[in-house]
């Protein structure tokens, strides 16, 4: 797949404005967007996911494909966004990569390898381990078989430790030398380009974000979600904001609190993402307040133009 032109990718932390420089990006490029987001799969949840809308000229795929109990993966993205990738090519149209979910992108460009294998026997089986014995036991596991990422870890954050030691136990590879695979070659050639904003700017943007999805209808939304006869898939169960809505439809806070509680979740989630999207090698282009969407997207088409991803 050597000499096949790069695929465009855009990526950014929550609240970037992907989503709508994206749409812009597609109408320069005759694309088509392909989310790279582990939630949006999922239907019925649009409010929670803060879904994008995708107008009739640009078309969208991987939103909407999976029924909540559903669980959806890394692999079944790659393996998805492959198929999608020649399909939309064979249109004559152009595939690009759309999201945050780092996990994924990784996962497309650099191969599965071993840190995306889920045991959910071994998982079950640490976290009770956790709830018996507490975190440090995790910690002392993880130190005697990665020393390298257990000195990375909070000894009190059990779900990466619990992650540290899935990948370890059940690959043969260590999380610590995983974390480092970007440096692999490329399994389909790329063009990464970054959006990246002032944190006073992404602050703004989240508490209008997290505003409008509680005066938007989250919580009936989240009451509808779970009035269903099955649960949530794990992946969905994490969506920011759930549990804080289970909480205000249990009375146990104010809706008040409740959109506090999600603002500050969001922001911490953020700041994440722009930590990990830090790794990938990719053209960052730095987005104004008050840019609008079209500007920022001629900026993006510029970038892949001269990475050969679009003509």
């Not at 809706?255 to 953020?270: M, N």
């Not at 993006?300 to 991803?309: L, N, S």
């Amino acid at each position: 797949m050597t000499s096949e032109r790069p695929v465009p990718c855009l990526v950014g932390p929550t609240a970037s404005g992907k989503s709508a420089v994206a749409v812009e990006a597609a109408r320069l490029a005759l694309g088509e967007v392909i989310a790279c987001d582990a939630l949006t799969v999922y239907r019925g949840v649009g409010i929670l996911t803060a879904k994008p809308m995708a107008p009739d000229d640009v078309p969208h795929h991987l939103i909407d494909v999976a029924e909540p109990w559903e669980s959806w993966s890394a692999g079944r993205f790659v393996e998805e966004a492959d198929r999608l990738v020649d399909e939309v090519r064979a249109r004559g149209r152009v595939p690009m990569l759309v999201g945050g979910t780092v996990l994924y992108l990784k996962s497309w460009l650099k191969g599965l390898g071993a840190g995306t294998a889920r045991v959910p026997a071994l998982r079950a089986e640490l976290e009770e381990v956790a709830r018996r014995l507490g975190p440090a036991a995790l910690a002392s596991r993880l130190a005697s078989i990665d020393p390298v990422r257990a000195a990375q870890i909070h000894p009190h954050d059990v779900r990466r430790l619990v992650r540290a030691i899935e990948i370890a136990e059940t690959s043969g590879h260590l999380a610590s030398a995983v974390r480092n695979e970007w440096s692999a070659p490329d399994r389909r050639p790329a063009s990464v380009v970054g959006l990246r904003r002032t944190r006073e700017d992404t602050r703004q943007r989240i508490s209008r974000r997290c505003a409008a999805m509680v005066k938007g209808g989250l919580v009936a939304e989240v009451a509808a979600l779970d009035a269903r006869a099955r649960p949530p898939s794990p992946e969905l169960g994490k969506a920011l904001g759930l549990a804080d809505v289970r909480e205000h439809v249990a009375g146990r806070i104010s809706i008040d609190e409740c959109l506090a509680r999600l603002e500050r979740a969001t922001w911490r989630f953020s700041r994440r993402q722009a930590t990990f999207l830090k790794q990938i090698p990719a053209t960052w282009v730095d987005v104004g307040r008050d840019d609008p969407p079209d500007v920022t997207a001629r900026a993006v088409h510029q970038a892949w133009r001269t990475a050969g991803a679009v003509g």
